[in-house]
């Protein structure tokens, strides 16, 4: 499975956006998927995710509240809405895919390459 997410950039505080992440293989529907943030000098964290077959979902407390995952299964592409953007949530932004519902970023088997989200105050 392959993995690319688009999307990011530069907003202001305040401004939303939305993350794509595309992937390949005919079996997108089998897997949970994740978004991870890493800011800079940071650890990588959970985001939020998103099960098989949606609606089911979960985010950090950062997030909750602001951010909404969805999955389209029939366009194999899994979206981050992301509202009321602060600075600190300036990071990279990954999606991931994994066999297993977790917040743990070594769950997760299939890894994006990110997508930049800045967001200035």
């Known amino acids: 499975v392959q993995l690319q997410a688009s999307g990011g950039g530069l907003v202001q505080a305040g401004d939303s956006l939305r993350l794509s992440c595309a992937t390949s293989g005919r079996t997108f529907s089998a897997y949970v998927m994740g978004w991870f943030r890493q800011a800079p000098g940071k650890e990588r964290e959970f985001v939020g995710a998103?099960?098989?077959?949606?609606?089911?979902?979960d985010y950090a407390d950062s997030v909750k509240g602001r951010f909404t995952i969805s999955r389209d299964n029939a366009k194999n592409t899994v979206y981050l809405q992301l509202n009321s953007l602060k600075a600190e949530d300036t990071a990279v932004y990954y999606c991931?895919?994994?066999?297993?519902?977790?917040?743990?970023?070594?769950?997760?088997?299939?890894w994006g390459r990110g997508t930049l989200v800045t967001v200035s105050s």
């Open positions: 991931a895919a994994s066999h297993v519902w977790s917040h743990r970023p070594d769950s997760y088997i299939y």
């Open positions: 998103v099960s098989r077959s949606s609606p089911s979902t």
